[in-house]
């Protein structure tokens, strides 16, 4: 394997360990927990894996002795960077307590645990991954675990390793399957730990007990540094509005952070558009305002951040595109619209919507109808990241400066160009902050595991100090359940964390956006550094140190 | 201003001068040159400034007294890492020479020293700008400087601030004009001294005096980091082939160079699709192959590096395309399409095209022909850059492949997913290697001023050494000019160098691309570093050392 000279020098860094993790580690358990939302319902629910307590990790004095245990290690959804130091803290942990425990990757995500397919995990794998992105030491993929059979056939493979654990990193949903895998294997006595960790780069995966999730800080840094590059060129060729979206299913917090780190002229956020009602072409209206008020001091250029997930946070389009997800998901679309192309779905569909958002669905350009009807991801969601919310989005700002300007309230140019940042993020290399946080992460799962603990999350908090300060814990998964909707039903899910009006992060957006519409703010933060000053390389993202300033 | 951790730390970076222009400076002339073509012609039209010989600075014992002298700058054409600091080179060398020296940067490219818009570059000013990206210091701009009015009116503006030379940064075109500048100036013995600076991202101005043009250094990295980035996720995902289009008007070193440093499944090289006179439908087949022989092995994932010029190097295209500039720069365009849109203009074009060229513009799909016809930069250039080549490709291999599978060829799965990255490298934080560059490009144009010398272009060579080894000097434009057609006109140019097919970057890729086809080789070079080891920070191109390897 031909390695980059960076990737050379990185694989020596060894991450910093919160003291709590470094020598022989005390847990601490504090009062018993309940969960966020329709306590009873998850309770009944969850009867063996709920109301269990907080727990910490502290020095402890006295050398414990540990038997010798195998793991087994699932990637599971998109990838995030610092996915392998998870892995990596995870091993050196379990290999500390006791040189002849093992630990075993399942393949190609959740389904690898399920059919059986998997690859003991050595330091000669190990080392190659040190400090890397990515989630290519065993793959990743997108099967739900939530089926009997599923658990079930999981379970052979569990005794046929002789596993004493097995750890799903992943996202809101994923956290939430690994519960019911916890839940199914404590309610038949199987004698096997699960443990959730906490990855997403979209940021949502948050609460207060989960400062953040892994991969949003290097993300964000990496769509920050081309977002940068992008307004370096817009303020020297002062010609183009570039229309800039960023990954993140659901929230904006990615958007959010990037827009704190460059400063860009625009920067909107689905929540506040969802909370004031706001219809697309009040989105519209209001970029180009500022493109009117720019071009009367003579600047036709500009930058605007657009999350990905926008267009479901138009109240009329969360309508429509809540009926779109039942419609697809019906068993009228299973029998009439199966195997429908493009246009004759859009005609089916067409044929098929409510008379209360017809109208939505017609208003939108025809690409975009279609882009919605093409179908959804594995988790029965409409796959936003198809939509070219940024073209839409300038298409009608075109349109609208036409108007403005043939009624004499426009007088400038207007030229855009576009950019979509995603996959370019998702295994950028992790920063230092991620690197220390995935391996603190994974030695707290190791620990979680040693303490006989299932059905928990590991966490680490106090990010937002040097890592040495950080704490390092766990978290029952059930604490941070609700109810909620999907494809119909009603299900136990993780709450997801959104852009909170109120927080820290949104009300500096809201103090400074103003002055950062007209004039010219923007703020170029380059690459991540790994080898320089502090501050330069070992800072966490502006919305954690916003969310948890003193 | 407030600027970011990085560009703090990065303030204070005191770029790498060669040994030749630390201290006192000697200049060594050498024998005269001939231009590179069409000799008798260049003369012709270069009386002033032809012939001339090339020139070497080296560390001279006594000390030079220098005259107080006033310099502009102009930036010209796209924006590239490094821009700033051939200004701050030639600013500290102006001020090193002569405290009283003076430097005005001309704002907005060469259109500024036309309108006498200028703003006097002071210590102040030049220090908020050392080591960073972009061209936002003065701004750029893509007016040519050309006519016998833009070069008067330019001289009413030297002569009102006394200036005793300007200095044009910019890519061959912008040089061309530059040495046309001098030659004006020298022919009515206006006195003052026209200097060049080789610069392009596209790493298209480069000759065996010109080593490598700046900005491809640091473009070529942040691309590579991004490119990078997807393969570790296409590797991690395993699910996707990523169509990654690549910045360059024309030439594929940019493609080349990334290919080299990430090492992807394909990399198409247009100048190797000239020269084997291949089809669209050729490349086409070409990528379908390697998706199925990836397929029999189960990868159903993979990259593809496209530069943004492929479609005018396919022989059939080039035809069309230069019939097409042709067509629309003629009289008959002017009048009769003047103000056409889209659907009208493709269909004036269907109308007026031969019919050796209709084939060829009907074969492609209409958005595409539509792109072609959407009008043409102001070098008379097609834009090449609107054409979602990218797209276009993976839809046509789309179709192949579903051809082949009807007819058993193909069993697997193709998803593709598509990427250009062109304005996120251009003003990238500049790499250390173009930070140095540049910074001695700068000091070196000083030099060629206070040696009395016009028409020459600034140059360094050795830069496959270290900083200090480098040797600075300087080389007549006219030495680098041959004669090509432009508008269906024979003008004298410098001559763009393309990727050699016998050189060494290009073998290097002919090698090694069977093996990255079929296998997975992905290199991730991650985001550059200024802090780190020197072997992570202070390496050239691939392109480069492979050129220069001993």
Redesign the interface.
Known sequence: M??????K??SSYQPKLPKGLRGNVDIIEGAPTESVGDQAEIKRLFPHTYGMPLVEFAPAKEVKEYAPINVGII?SG??APGGHNVICGLFDELKKQNPKSKLYGFL?GPSGLVDHKYKELTAEVIDKYRN?????MI??GRTKLETKEQFDSGLEIIRQLNLNAVIIIGGDDSNTNACMLAEYYASINAGVSVIGCPKTIDGDLKNDQIETSFGFDSACK?YS??I??????A????KYW?FIKLMGRSASHIALECAL?T?PNICIISEEVEANNMTLDDVVNQICEVVVKRSEEGLYYGTILIPEGLIEFVPAFKRLIAELSDLLSSDLAKTEAKGLKSDDLLAWILNHVSAENLPTLKSLPEEVAKQLALGRDPHGNVQVSLIETEKMLSEMCAKRLDEWKEQGKFKGKFAA?H?FFG???????PSNFDCNYCYALGTSAAQLVANGKTGYMAIVKNTTAPADEWVAGGVPITKMMNLERRNGQMKPVIKKALVLLDGEPFKELVERRKDWAVNT?Y???????????L??CD?CTMTLALEHKK
Chains 1, 2 share one sequence.
Do not use: K, W
């Not at 031909?2 to 990737?7: D, P, R, T, V, Y």
């Not at 890397?132 to 290519?136: K, V």
């Not at 940068?228 to 060129?233: L, S, V, W």
């Not at 303020?235 to 002062?238: D, K, P, Q």
């Open positions: 031909e390695i980059s000279a960076l990737q020098a990185r990637l998109g990838q190609m890397t992105g990515g989630f290519d793959g990743s990496t540094e081309l940068g590059n992008i307004q370096r060129d303020n020297s060729a002062r570039h780190q400063q160009l950019h996959y370019e993020g998702r295994c950028a290399t703010r703020v170029y933060p380059g690459p991540i550094q790994y080898f320089g000053p501050e330069v800072q």
